[in-house]
């Protein structure tokens, strides 16, 4: 059995007297990818962005590695640099060429060698297609490409984990396949451990290891890939993948 | 219109314009200095100096610089403070400025996306780098505009000056005029005097807005 990397407990969170995520259990080994799905407005997102404390939680813990977070702005500022993260809108800093975005956080916050990491910078860009790419600026770059750097961004951290929201959601239909490709090779090349929020139900099939389904703030259940897109277990669950049509 | 007149008085008049320009360079760096203390106070939330900052701001905006000037030159020297014409002056366009300035850099603070503040955080910058890498950068180029309004607003105000007897251009002209019963020369050679100052300087502000507008890196 793999070691387990991330636990969630009972987890509640209030937007004032709104009850968004209601009693969360679930944990993701080492190795594992996880796939959160549902309908829009599920929780989804709200759920990915706790568990890298952009959203703050009333009731219940996180465990990472075993140790309890402690929900405070310094604590997760350490912890973000071990939790990747990926977001819809790309989110590079317009002010920075493409290569000092990649170097902000592996110079300025764990204080590596600048050198050392711009040459694995550019082998991580030439990974994704990218390297010609290293000294333009963010608005010079496509949709697509943009979010190829900002998985580039995230993976020059050396993260241990990485969560993925929803990160080919306002990209051109031709621009999400080379998308999907990068993130499928982190998960069964690298062997990274993920969540990932997707609505691409044939990409989650693909690399999910295990589902967790929502709706309206709650987890309606926990299946292996395998099984949840042929005989999920909740008729919800089955109906949404219906609509899905795929 | 009568050109000796005209003439005759532009060597006071050179006096007066010096001194708007140099009270104005003085009052406008201070005030730029003062807006970005007061809008660093408020994006970091340091506490009392957070709720200091907002009283400034709010008294600053909402009274007249006419008034801040007499408090400054006539009202301080009864509790012992004798700051001289030009002092006041300089002080008061700073108290004055130094809001405006505050409210163009936080308004550009606040105009960076949120969702770039949380692409920092989730390469782990602390405050500081996210205020240093990303919101400074990104807010001071949106900010300029403001910074240009407010620049070329508190030349004007120092025209306000006069009330307390500071020959800059617009006393030279009162007093002129007082002197010697001639109102258009000296009214047109002031509006000229302005037009010199400001024209020219609005339209480098023009530019420089163009050239670091936000979006452009990469350009």
Known sequence: MAE????????????????????????VSEGEVVTLLGPSGSGKSTL?????????????????QGTKINPDEKHWQQLRQKIGMVFQSYDLFPNLKVIDNILLGPTKVQG???????????????????????????????????QRVAIVRALALHPEFMLFDEV????????????????????????????????????AQQIADRVLFLEDGNILEQTPADQFFTDPQTDRAKEFLDSMDF | MSWPIIQQSLPMFAKGFELTLWLSFIGILGSIIVGIVVSMVRLFKIPVLHQLASIYVEVSRNTPL?????????????????LGAELSGIIGLIFLGGSYMAEGFSG???????????????????????????????????????LAANIIFLIKE????????????????????????RSNEYLFVLVVAYAIILIPLSVILTYLEKRVRYGTFGN
């Not at chain 1, 082998?123 to 010609?132: F, K, P, S, W």
């Open chain 1, 4 to 27: 387990e990397i991330l636990k969630v407990e009972n987890m509640h969170k209030y937007y004032g007297k709104k009850h968004v995520l209601h009693d969360i259990n679930f944990s």
């Open chain 1, 48 to 64: 990915i962005r706790t568990l890298n404390g952009l959203e703050d939680y009333q009731e219940g813990a996180i465990f990472f």
């Open chain 1, 112 to 146: 590596r060698n600048k050198e050392e990491v711009e040459s694995e910078a550019h082998q991580l860009l030439a990974q994704v297609g990218l390297e010609e790419f290293a000294n333009a600026y963010p608005r010079q770059l496509s949709g697509g490409q943009k």
């Open chain 1, 168 to 203: 080919t959601a306002s990209l051109d239909p031709e621009m999400v396949r080379g998308v999907l490709e990068i993130i499928e090779n982190l998960a069964k090349n690298d062997n990274m451990t993920m969540i990932v929020v997707t609505h691409e139900m044939n990409f």
């Open chain 2, 66 to 82: 006419l008034i801040q000037l007499f408090f400054l030159y006539y009202a301080f020297p009864v509790i012992g403070i004798k």
């Open chain 2, 108 to 146: 550009g603070f606040n105009g960076v996306p949120k969702s770039q503040v949380e692409s920092g955080k989730a390469i782990g910058l602390s405050r500081f780098q996210l205020a240093r890498f990303v919101i400074f950068p990104q807010g001071f180029s949106k900010s300029v505009p403001a």
């Open chain 2, 158 to 181: 120092t025209s306000i000056f006069t009330v307390i007897a500071i020959p800059e251009l617009t006393n030279t002209a009162l007093d002129l005029i007082g002197m010697y019963y």
